[in-house]
Structure formats: structure tokens, C-alpha cells
């Protein structure tokens, strides 16, 4: 018996919708309810308290399609796991899939119709439903709301530590480098997610002082790699905000100077969603960032839009292809294109390329396949303390054989 209490089908075609009405009955679901287009669907949510554990939404319907009505739900905050469908075909449901996890919504599962029933059942049967105070509503009913001045005293009394996740050579399966990544844990209190602070800190203009504490702590750790002969490449993540400030290119350089470090050894990564705010004095402020020697990494590649001119316009030394289009490449023929013109285009710019999110042995083995320079993901490496680190180094040795592929599994 399934454990969904509620769910909502949302289809234009009657008889397709009672199909599938039918079978989440037959599956023992309580509470199904049903609209016939994006609509009546948004005002069925509207009218509950809770939204219900499971969407299951056509795509093809006639007054608004399923895109639109996936980004309704985003703009208003409903992030419902949902089932997406589609008579047409596999890829176009798999890129509107990739359109909802963008936005954040959790997709279980693309199905073409008219429905595999018994797979749609055998679906309904492992689905667990989050906790519903989890996927309601607004952004800030989530999660206890976190407080400006605890984030600001947090920064100033050194509680944002630094996390670090390896990324390695695809051909020798040698370690290059790490990325910083911040983390939070107030005393006494569960941690926070860094898309969460940082967003706040963004907000309240504390993401300078942030990305300078991050800064400081990472460079430190760098430097002191350096010192037990240890080269390792080390990535930072600027928030494009920053980089409105022509004086960060000193506070870079100082931090340089003061850790010893020499600037070809870090790499900043900007995130791509945000190139398009990138005017007014950034293009001068990454010119001058790479004038000095940093690597300059386009993050999270595919989720923005980026024109090519942007790209070729701004002195980047990396592509970092976004998870999205690393996760399940070597099984969506879609992906893959995508990937391979997103390296070929990277070649031709003469750009390192690193692939982030690689969590399984096929992903990585095409990546590998197709060229790419760097990877990163949990089947490398998590984000670990610095102090994690030289026993990981340890352990990656032995496994380095298989990643370069000349190995048998690893462990
Ligand atoms: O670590 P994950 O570890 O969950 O990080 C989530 C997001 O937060 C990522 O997109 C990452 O780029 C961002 N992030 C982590 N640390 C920093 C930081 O120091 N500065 C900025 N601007 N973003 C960060
Ligand atoms: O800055 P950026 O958006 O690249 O941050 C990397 C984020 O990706 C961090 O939140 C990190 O914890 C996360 N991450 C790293 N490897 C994997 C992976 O293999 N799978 C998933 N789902 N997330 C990953
Ligand atoms: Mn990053």
C-alpha cells in the first residue's frame, strides 16, 4: 500500500485523467483530486492548506501547457514533487523535467502517455512524501527563519568554516585541486545550507565580508598545503554582487600576498545565471582579476543564459559544467549532446573543463570519454574538513588506477 495521502492529476484529456485517477485508487491513494486544465489546477492549490504529496501533470494541455503551469508553481512557491507527462516525445519531457529541477521543484519521475499503469503503480508504492511542512509554501516557512545578526556575528567570530571537495584529473585520475565551500553550523543549532545563507548574506550585504572570511581560512589552508608539498589548485566562489567593487581586486591580491599564495593557483567561479548582471564595473573587475594571474571558472554552465559573445567577451580560463547536465548524461541521449557541444565549444575557447555532480562510474567513464579536463561529484569525493583531506589523498591512491580507467572497480 502506498503511503501518499494526496495527490492531484492534472490533465485536459478526460479520458487519459480517469485512467490514472483510476490506477492511484486501485493504489490505495485517499485523497485524489483532479483538474482538467492549469487553471483549475492552480485553484485547487490555492484552496488548500497543504499542497498534496504528489503532482501528476500532462504537459499537453490547451490553455496554459505544463511549462507554464511548472513555473506557477515555482512563482508561487509550491514545490510539490511532481510526475510529469507527455505523448510527445522522451526528449522534450526529459528538457521540461530539467526546467523544474532548475526551478527547484522535485521531479520523480518523466512518464510517456498514455501511462504505463503498472509502472506508474509500482511508482505510487516506493513514493515516500516529504514531510509536508517541508515542500510548503513560502521560502521562509521551511525552515526556522535564520537571523541577519547571527550571520553577521557568525562571519565576524570565525563560525563559517570551510569545507573542501576535490576535483581531479580525468586522465590520470590525479588530484588538481579543491573547491571552498562555506559551511554553517550555529551552536546549539542544526546546520544551515549554504544556498540559504548565502542568499541572506546577499541580501543584507554581509557577502563581502563573508567571501573575505571564506577567503582568509582557504588560503591559509592552501598555503600551509604548499608547506607539506601538497599542490592543489584552489577554487572560490564569488557571488557576482562583489564584483560591482573595483577595490576587491586589491582585497584579492592582498589576501595573496599575506598567505604567500601566487594568484595562478586559485581559481574564482562565477556563477553563469549571473553573467547577465554582469555590467557596469565587472567586466573591468575580471579583466583585472585575470590581468593578476587568478583562473576565471564560468560555475554552474547550462542553467543561465549566457550568450557566446559573453562568453568570449570576458578573459575566462574555465567551463564548469553544471550537474544538471553531468547527472544521468551516459543514459539521456539529450544530455549528452548538450555536454559534448558545451566541451567542443570550451576546446575551441581554449577553456579547462570541469564536469561537477559526478556521482556515477558511467557519467564519469563518458566524461572522460568526451574529453573533459577536471571532475568533481560524490563519486570522487565529498566536500570534507580540511583535515579529511590527506586521508582521503590516501585512499584516492590506491582507487586512482580505476578513475584513470586502467583499473577494476573501486572500492
Ligand atoms: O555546498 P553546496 O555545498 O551545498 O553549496 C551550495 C551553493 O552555495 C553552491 O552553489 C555554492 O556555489 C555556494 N557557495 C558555497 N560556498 C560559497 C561561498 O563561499 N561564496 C559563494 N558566493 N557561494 C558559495
Ligand atoms: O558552486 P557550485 O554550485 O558548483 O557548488 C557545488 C555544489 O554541488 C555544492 O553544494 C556541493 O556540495 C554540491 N555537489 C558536489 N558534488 C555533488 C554531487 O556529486 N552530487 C550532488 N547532488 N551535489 C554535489
Ligand atoms: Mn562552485
Known sequence: MSELRSLLVVDGNVV???????????????VIRQAGSGAEALAVLASLVRPPDLLIVDLDMQDMDGVELIEQLHTRGISAPLIVASGLEVSLIQSVEAVARNLGLSVVAGMRQPLDLAQLAALLERFVPVQAAARMATPCEDAPAIRTDALSRAIAEGDIKVHYQPKIDMRTGEVQGVEALARWQPRGAASVRPDRFIALAEREGLIHDLTLAVMHQAMAQAADWNAQGLKLSLAINL????????????????????????????????????????????????????????????????????????????????????????????????????LRSALEMARQLDLVTVAEGIETLEDWRLLQECGC??????????????????????????????FRGTGGRPA
Open 239 to 338: 557571488s557576482p554582487m562583489l564584483l560591482d567593487q573595483p577595490s576587491l581586486v586589491q582585497k584579492i591580491t592582498g589576501l595573496v600576498h599575506q598567505h604567500a599564495l601566487r594568484a595562478d593557483q586559485l581559481v574564482l567561479e562565477i556563477t553563469e545565471t549571473s553573467l547577465i548582471d554582469v555590467m557596469g564595473a565587472a567586466p573591468g573587475v575580471l579583466a583585472r582579476l585575470r590581468l593578476k594571474g587568478f583562473g576565471l571558472s564560468i560555475d554552474d554552465y547550462g542553467t543561465g543564459f549566457s550568450s557566446m559573445r559573453q562568453l568570449a567577451s570576458i578573459p575566462f580560463t574555465e567551463l564548469k559544467i553544471d550537474r544538471s547536465l553531468v547527472h544521468g548524461a551516459h543514459q539521456r541521449n539529450n544530455l549528452r549532446v548538450i
Open 373 to 402: 579536463s577536471l571532475g568533481q561529484g560524490y563519486l570522487i569525493a565529498r566536500p570534507m574538513s580540511a583535515g579529511e583531506i590527506a586521508g582521503w589523498m590516501v585512499a584516492h591512491r590506491a582507487r586512482q588506477d580505476w
Open 16 to 30: 487519459q485523467r480517469l485512467r490514472t485517477v483510476a490506477c492511484c485508487r486501485e493504489s490505495g491513494v485517499p
